[in-house]
């Protein structure tokens, strides 16, 4: 097999057959054995019967689908598992990575590199919000962490099996494909594309799942948090060392008998926010620990027409 494609699918009923097209039509121009893997992440509408109907009557087809919504990041680590090209693709399937860019990635691949990720040149259809939003992620990711993690891209890019295979290694529960795949090393390049707005439906990745997917990657890469909340707890300690100082001085000396119910109702709470708040940073770091350590498997098969892996841990 000469190329997978990995297509997570989450309520895609609207872009499938567009997507279906599109993807054929490349494939027939590529001239290549490759498997197109869709990955249904619990959808609730067609998306299922879409993607049967498709491997039914193309043999480059195939499906995986889960019992249940286990997350876009283990969707991929489902078709990365299952896959069998010498070189594999990742790419969403809301239209908004064009396969009309995978043969450009696979002849880039082959100029001696192991990864090629595709830098988005714009972003459109998307509000200013989400837009700053995304590009100071990626900024302050890159400035916190040890791991050259390329700005401005998401999961769209080819990979070779050699980075397949050592990302299987890697058994953590709460995945971050792009900075797992940066870690992995290897020489890797980019091709910048104009990234398109949704073809239609709602976007699966909702504010709540951008956000957990910014904590995954932060804090699977980065402790400068929990060197913060240390950092912050010291800081505190010397203010409050300086504050008692203060209040001897005032006391003895300038003979200040106040009662000073208000600057103690203030150092109280500020202390008590930020105790909490270094307790919630140690909190996730734990919070990870735990679920790795429970080594339940990071997916449920319900159904597929590809052989099956070994339980994943």
């Known amino acids: 097999m000469d190329l997978s494609i990995i297509v997570p699918i989450y309520n895609e009923e609207i872009n499938l057959p567009v997507l279906y097209a599109r993807l054929a039509a490349m494939l027939d121009a590529l001239l290549l054995e490759v498997e197109v893997i869709f990955v249904n992440d619990g959808s609730r509408d067609r998306s299922l019967e879409l993607m049967q109907g498709f491997a039914a009557r193309d043999p480059r087809m195939h499906y995986i689908t889960f019992s249940r919504n286990f997350g ?19 790419m969403d399937g809301d239209l908004q ?73 890697m058994p953590e529960q709460n995945k971050f494909i792009r ?13 910048e594309f104009d990234r398109s707005e949704r073809a239609g439906g709602e976007p699966g990745y909702t504010y709540s799942k951008l956000i957990k997917l910014a904590l995954d990657g932060i804090t699977s890469f980065s402790d400068l948090p929990l060197r913060m909340a240390s950092i912050g707890g010291f800081a505190v300690s010397g203010v409050a060392f300086l504050v008692m100082l203060y209040a001897i001085y005032a006391r003895f000396f300038l003979k200040n008998y106040g009662v000073g119910w208000p600057s103690l109702m203030v150092s109280v709470l500020f202390l008590g926010g930020i105790q909490l708040m270094a307790i919630g940073v140690i909190g996730e ?19 597929t027409d590809l052989p099956r892996p070994k339980p994943n841990a």
């Open 179 to 191: 900075g797992q795949i940066s870690w992995i090393g290897y020489r890797q390049t980019f091709l």
């Open 72 to 90: 876009h990041q283990v969707a991929i680590t489902a078709g990365l598992d299952l896959s069998r090209g010498a070189a594999v693709v990742v």
């Open 285 to 303: 770091y734990v919070a990870r620990l735990g679920a790795n350590t429970r080594q339940r498997p990071l997916y449920i098969i319900d159904e």
């Open 97 to 169: 990575d064009p396969p009309e860019l995978i043969p450009q990635l696979y002849a880039k691949l082959h100029e001696g590199y192991e990864v090629v990720y595709a830098k988005r040149r714009s972003r459109q259809g998307e509000s200013a919000i989400k837009l700053f939003t995304a590009k100071m992620f990626y900024r302050i990711l890159a400035r916190i962490t040890s791991v050259n993690i390329p700005i401005d891209t998401g999961d769209f890019r080819i990979v070779s099996r050699k980075v397949v295979e050592a990302l299987k290694l």
